[in-house]
């Protein structure tokens, strides 16, 4: 992937382009898998949807969804691939943007673990650290 300008204050997350060919529901986790490489995104907690008609909803990872018709919307994101995909420095708020229209927000709170953590396809991992800071771990040679 070609690094990309995002916005100041935002760090690229080197998804653009890549489609989604997996959505997992664990507990208390929502799994989103890339078809290149490594790459997934991981979101725990209350996650903002705005849909392509300009509504929103969200979707509580901890609950299993605030709605029953949250996982369907999540679940045909499974082709999609991504326009955009940012996150702040601190605090480290996420922004994802899919081909559909469908957007996915994220804002952590401070809790003892990582909020969310995302890795491209080069295997360069992004992630939210309990206390809201972004930090970025690079792969090194052989990863």
């Keep these: 992937m070609s690094a990309r300008r995002a916005r100041p204050g935002r760090q690229d997350l080197g998804l653009t382009g890549l489609a989604v060919y997996s959505v997992e529901f664990r507990p208390d986790t929502l799994y989103l898998w890339f078809d290149r490489g490594i790459a997934y995104l991981e979101v725990g907690g209350l996650i903002g949807l705005r849909l392509p008609d300009g509504t929103s909803a969200d979707y509580d990872a901890s609950s299993s969804g605030t709605s029953p018709t949250t996982p369907a919307l999540l679940n045909g994101l499974v082709g999609a691939a991504v326009v955009d995909a940012t996150a702040g420095e601190h605090p480290a708020i996420l922004d994802v943007e899919f081909d559909s229209g469908l957007r996915l927000h994220y804002e952590p709170t401070s809790g003892p673990y990582e909020e969310w953590e ?13 206390n809201n800071r972004l930090t970025v771990w690079q792969s090194g040679a052989g990863s």
């Design 118 to 130: 995302a890795k491209d396809a080069a295997g360069t991992a992004y992630v939210c650290l309990p």
